[in-house]
């Protein structure tokens, strides 16, 4: 399961490069984790960096990835109208669009763009060395990795139409539905009434809603300065009491889309890792299947050489053999060994030995004087026929092993020889040889 922590540090805030272990200790951060789900499973006020990590040590949680909150007041809202659309263009002319807006020199400050809106795109501004000094503070942590930096009053939940108020001990954190944020003393709400109270664009609007959010003890304290909020006539006040830190209300506007907050973290503040974090829970599997792909083309080259190897000494012996068989042949290699050995004995078939009635007769006779008792084997009649190349033979023996004896010597010849019209008797066996050419 994936986890969000959200990370804001309290004031004073200690340097980020102290030296002193005192300074550095000091800095105290409230905190909440929520799961995937958006349930918060852990939370923490006024803490140190060292008791955060621990608690996640102990719940064995590792790549968490952090929302860093910073104060409003640190980073400015302002609208850039830029008629283009292509991204690189977009962010050549952003500096200029907004110059006339940043009380600094241009080239001091970092910014950051969020998404277009009918009036432009909303941009947020923040001193450089300030932005360095953040990411500093929130780099580095151990089972954590940095996804975001938001100015902590751009998380509030937007109410339509209207603004978005949360009291926080003596600040006040505000936020438009045009996405204009603001940090104030709580005291000076009142002096905001008039302000609040403009309509967001140049429509007659009777009542502009406003929702407060804060803890009942906030409440209580800002009784006189809401009061003052209601009565001004043109604001209609909708109370939400929160039961926890007003960091869990921002981290769940956060977690479920209630708002459109602009990263900090763009340009040369871009979060680098994150572009590569989607291959990281593969990064094992893949070593194992590139190892394993090693391996498998070793194999198989390994493979291939044992086998090109038992190839070559076939060729060899098979080369061995017939030169012994055609030692005169000089111009026969492994290459074309097969064709001419085919060649050859199509060639000693085609010039076998001829199919007139002498040469069957020749060959039956030797065939005849090899059987042992030949005596007992007597040729009844002889019949050649010219036009088909056939001797027939009417023969009869004292068993019919002695017949098929006497058609395998002449089979062996590389003659046709068969024996049909097999008729067993009491003293023997009688049948019709026919022989012709192979």
Not at 265 to 294: D, H, M, N
Not at 411 to 426: F, K, M, P
Request: net charge negative.
């Amino acid at each position: 399961m994936s986890y969000r922590l959200y990370v804001r540090p309290l004031p004073p805030f200690a340097a980020p490069d102290a030296n002193l272990d005192v300074s550095a200790g000091a800095q105290l951060y409230n905190w909440v984790l929520l799961d995937a789900s958006g349930d918060a499973q852990a939370r923490g006020t006024a803490d140190a960096k060292e008791d955060i990590e621990q608690t996640l040590a102990q719940n064995n949680l590792e790549n968490v990835l952090m929302v860093g909150l910073l104060p409003g007041e640190e980073a400015l809202f302002c609208v850039a109208d830029i008629p283009a659309k292509q991204t690189r263009f977009i962010y050549q002319a952003l500096p200029y669009a907004v110059e006339e807006q940043i009380a600094q020199d241009i080239e001091s400050v970092h910014l950051a763009l969020g998404n277009r809106t009918e009036n432009g795109f909303r941009v947020a501004a923040i001193d450089r060395r300030r932005m360095a000094d953040w990411v500093a503070m929130f780099s580095s942590w151990e089972r954590l990795k940095l996804e975001a930096l938001y100015p902590d009053a751009g998380l509030l939940p937007v109410t339509e139409g209207g603004w978005s108020i949360c009291l926080d001990g003596e600040t006040a954190m505000l936020l438009s539905d045009r996405g204009e944020w603001l940090s104030v003393q709580a005291r000076n709400l009142a002096m905001f009434a008039q302000t609040l109270a403009l309509p967001p664009s140049e429509e007659v609007i009777a009542e502009v809603p406003v929702t407060v959010y804060g803890i009942e003890q906030e409440f209580e304290h800002q009784q006189a300065d809401l009061a003052e909020l209601k009565s001004s006539g043109r604001l209609t006040v909708r109370e939400k009491r929160l039961e926890l830190m007003p960091l869990e209300l921002l981290a769940h506007a956060h977690h479920h889309h209630l708002c459109q907050p602009i990263n900090l973290c763009q340009g040369e503040y871009a979060i680098r890792s994150r572009k590569s974090s989607a291959l990281t829970a593969w990064k094992p599997l893949i070593a194992v299947a590139s190892v394993w792909f090693v391996i498998q083309i070793g194999v198989e080259v390994g493979m291939g050489f044992y086998h090109q190897q038992k190839a070559d000494q076939l060729q060899e012996q098979a080369m061995a053999i017939y030169r012994d068989a055609f030692p005169t042949d000089a111009r026969t290699d492994a290459r074309n060994v097969r064709r001419v050995v085919e060649g050859q004995l199509r060639q000693m078939q085609a010039n076998g030995p001829a199919t007139g009635f002498i040469t069957l007769m020749k060959y039956t006779g030797e065939q005849y004087s090899k059987i042992p008792d030949s005596g007992s084997v007597v040729f009844n009649s002889v019949n050649y026929s010219r036009n088909r190349g056939e001797l027939a033979v009417d023969v009869r023996a004292d068993s019919y092993n002695k017949l098929s004896a006497l058609r395998n010597g002449l089979t062996n010849q590389g003659l046709n020889a068969e024996i049909g019209s097999v008729v067993n008797e009491s003293d023997g066996a009688r049948g019709r040889l026919t022989v012709s050419g192979g």
